[in-house]
């Protein structure tokens, strides 16, 4: 039997071990929309991933005519899918709703750039919160962050409290590693004036 | 209060999800809405300091506060009191309130519906005000002025999202009837009827672990969780092997990686095909046994079964799904237009589908957190809208789990297809049993005249096109789950249909290694033991089909081994 894992859009996000984004994803349409991003990857990688199966004589299986995902689900591969999943949903929460504008391109160019960023530098964390603050700004993130428990504790992150793993990433400090980024092309600025929104650039 | 304090050095209140508030409700909202109305509510947390009784002033409890319009455009403030709360605390702030011009009311509403955020907080005597880290609100300069010699305490809050416990299911009761582990036709008919008269007595969906106990127990029928990684569907109703038995033990397979809401509802759907089309799985166990010494058997059974009930079985899903739907809504509640029809909301009576819709959206894992109140009543009907739409609009009808679901269940309100369905597997029965019997008896030598068979495959006329149309699919139809048929090894003819060796792994085998030896299915320890190859050379004018074990009966032979 050939060792191959079968990915529906009921199951996808069990099988990686993400039941928790159910939450983070708003509709049913944009889990169809992520499940269809993540079929297109993996086709990119198997064309006959897909493999052509029938029902048995003797017995009555419930399955929906669909596109399903039949990969070898390597460490490797898991990984990345997992990867693509979490820089969706940054990418669809920065959106503003045009979350079925975003292609398997632009995220899979938007992660090659956020793996050369600096988690111990607190920058992946900024980019993670943006989506979720009130006003995408400076002072949006800090709220969210500073206080809360690290994201990413095992990074030694420099603004991490060591005692209670708790984060002190202060205004200033997102602000200036805001300015950095913007420099690095990974956000953009959209006005002028405080408080200074801020966009992921894709 | 949460352990670190926030930027700006202040203590942070941590504030978890609240739905029902005792609102006071006012007419007449402005932007300046906050200075306006927090004087109001500070006076009565000083007259609530005041109070000689002291279960009214030895306490801690927030207000909120929010803007908010209502169907009739009307801008209003509510000022929202936790709920339950002291009834003389709340009297406090009514007494006051009611005599106000703008006062229009009070009651219980959801906070999200009123848009309410923290405002104050009294705390044992003491005047707690939010504000987020980085505001300088205008109303805190404000009250700074009204209240000079008050030292106001500040503090930000944080909102708690606290996992959802969600839970919208029911302890069921109990069956009063115990079937068979083994079952036939016979004991089906009797073990129908008691699980149909069991759905009747449902008053609300059970949850997949009751079901799978109550299906063990009571309907004779084992449930295992399948983990193997070529398992590519939902979930499968499987027999035990016949091998000339008269009884055979029934199973349902689901698929490990489903989350547990969905589980149910391929449960309780595979539990509904035995009730509904177990005479048809009857006969396709005895087709693919037949088929080991009668190849044609197996093409004609599919060609047979696609004429009668469609390609996927599309006739055979849909009866599935709408008795399955029983277990999702319960029997009382249909028509669902005796319940709508007694309905008023906001002036207008929802559809049965619309309320449908409603009921089933906390039984899937994809709605269950979505909340609709007042706030966002009108996304809620434009959402079944289009849902509705896109169903009709989706060539092939479903493409998701969900959307079969909710068509069968809406569909049940007008039409059930239990009856046409019903004819079909009569008129399939007929049709196939018919030509199984003759079948048998050529194997069995009582017809000695073999050409017939194949005569009355050839009286359709299409015989060998049909073949060649379908050959396709025919040389995948060995390939399934737990299945995999092998051509004989001297099939230099291309010969499409050849007699078959059924083979499982031996138990010291479990994995099914083609290396490793494979024994004849059904003979147990009296079959001799060989390799793939062994076998094909043993016998090379004979194809092989290998039935896999499955994951249950793999984890039973290594607990075995390792003992």
């Known amino acids: ?41 993996t086709n990119g990688i198997d064309e006959n991933q897909t493999e052509f199966t029938v029902s048995n004589n003797h017995e009555l299986e419930m399955r929906i005519p669909g596109t399903v995902i039949h990969v070898q689900l390597t460490g490797l591969l898991k990984s990345k899918l997992q990867d693509i999943v979490a820089i969706y949903l940054i990418l669809s929460g920065a959106s503003d709703g045009n979350w079925v504008k975003l292609t398997v391109g632009i995220i899979i ?39 809360n428990k690290c994201l990413y504790p095992s990074s030694m992150c420099q603004f991490m409290k060591s005692e209670s ?16 980024l913007k420099e690095k092309k990974i956000l953009k600025q959209q006005n002028a004036i405080d408080p200074i929104q801020w966009a992921i650039v894709t | 209060m949460r352990e670190e304090v926030d930027p700006k050095g202040r203590k942070v209140d941590l504030f978890p999800k609240v739905d029902l508030v005792n609102n006071f409700i006012f007419n007449h909202a402005t932007d300046n809405y906050i200075s306006d109305y927090l004087p109001k509510i500070i006076d009565r947390l000083m007259d609530i300091r005041g109070s000689g009784n002291k279960r009214v002033r030895e306490r801690s409890f927030p207000v909120w506060i929010g803007r908010t319009t209502n169907r009739l455009d009307m801008d209003m403030v509510c000022i929202s009191l936790p709920h339950p709360i002291l009834s003389r605390v709340d009297h406090y702030f009514w007494e006051a309130y009611y005599k106000d011009e703008n006062y229009l009311e009070t009651g219980l509403y959801k906070l999200r519906d009123v848009q309410g955020v923290p405002i104050c907080r009294y705390d044992y005597g003491k005047i707690i005000l939010y504000i987020l880290p980085f505001e300088n609100p205008d109303w805190l300069k404000k009250m700074r002025q009204y209240y000079p010699s008050e030292d106001f305490e500040l503090r930000s809050w944080q909102k708690v999202e606290k996992e959802k416990k969600d839970n919208p299911y029911s302890t069921p009761p109990k069956p009063n009837f115990k079937a068979d582990q083994y079952h036939d036709l016979k004991s089906w008919n009797e073990n ?43 979930g499968c109703l499987r027999l035990s092997w016949l091998l000339e038995k008269d009884k055979v ?27 509904l089309h177990f005479p048809l799985l009857l006969l396709g166990q005895m087709v693919e046994e037949g088929s080991w010494k009668i190849p044609e058997l197996e093409w004609y059974f599919r060609r047979r079964s696609d004429h009668f009930f469609g390609k996927n079985n599309y006739q055979l899903e849909l009866d599935a799904n709408q008795l399955a739907s029983f277990f999702l809504i ?11 029809s007694i309905i008023l909301e906001g002036g207008r009576k929802p559809s049965p589908t619309e309320m449908i819709w409603r009921f089933l959206q906390p039984l899937f894992p994809d709605t269950d957190d979505k909340e609709y109140s007042w706030v966002n009543w009108n996304e809620m009907i434009v959402t079944v809208d289009n849902e509705m739409h896109s169903f009709n609009n989706t060539k092939g ?41 003759i079948a048998i008896n050529i194997v069995n030598g009582s017809e000695d005249n073999v050409d017939f068979f194949k005569r009355e495959f050839e009286a359709y006329g299409t015989y060998h096109e049909d073949i060649l149309n379908n050959w396709e699919e025919l040389s995948h139809s060995g390939q399934s789950f ?66 896999y074990f499955e994951s249950w009966q793999i984890n039973q032979i290594k607990e075995i081994n390792r003992w």
């Open chain 2, 397 to 437: 009808g479903a493409n998701s789990l969900y959307m079969s679901i909710l068509n069968a269940t809406v569909l049940r309100e007008v039409q059930m297809v239990r009856e046409d369905v019903s004819k079909l597997i009569e008129d399939f029965h007929k049709d196939f049993y018919h030509y199984y019997r």
């Open chain 2, 482 to 547: 737990g299945k995999k048929v092998i051509p004989p090894l001297n099939n230099l003819e291309g010969r499409q249909f050849f007699k078959k060796i059924p083979l499982q792994p031996a138990i010291y085998n479990p994995n099914g290694d083609f290396k490793n030896d494979w024994k004849y299915l059904g003979l147990g320890m009296n079959s001799p033991a060989g390799t793939i190859e062994e076998w094909r050379s043993n016998k090379p004018e004979y194809g092989l089909v290998l039935y």
């Open chain 1, 109 to 147: 160019a938007f992660l090659d750039r956020v793996k050369k960023l600096k988690i111990e530098r607190g920058e992946l964390c900024i980019i993670e919160t943006l989506s979720k603050t009130y006003n995408r700004s400076s002072e949006g993130d800090c709220i969210k962050l500073f206080g």
């Open chain 2, 249 to 275: 033990g029934v199973r349902i397979l689901i698929n490990k990686h489903l989350h547990h809401k969905l589980k149910y509802i391929v449960l309780a759907h595979e539990i509904c095909h035995y009730v």
């Open chain 1, 165 to 180: 793993k708790t984060c002190q990433f202060d205004e200033s400090s997102i602000k200036s590693t805001m300015m950095f």
């Open chain 1, 1 to 41: 039997m050939v060792n191959k894992v079968t990915l529906m859009r009921e199951n996808f996000l069990d099988i990686l071990s993400l039941q928790g984004v159910r939450k983070d994803l708003n509709s049913k349409n944009q889990t169809d929309h992520l499940f269809q991003l993540l079929y297109e990857y």
């Open chain 2, 330 to 340: 319960p029997a009382w509640m249909f028509p669902m237009k005796n319940i709508t």
């Open chain 2, 192 to 234: 129908r009827a008691n699980i149909i008269e069991y759905l009747r007595t449902l008053t609300a969906p059970m949850g997949y672990a009751k079901l799978k106990r109550i299906a063990q127990d009571y309907f004779g029928i084992s449930v295992v969780n399948e983990s193997l990684p070529g398992f590519y569907k939902y």
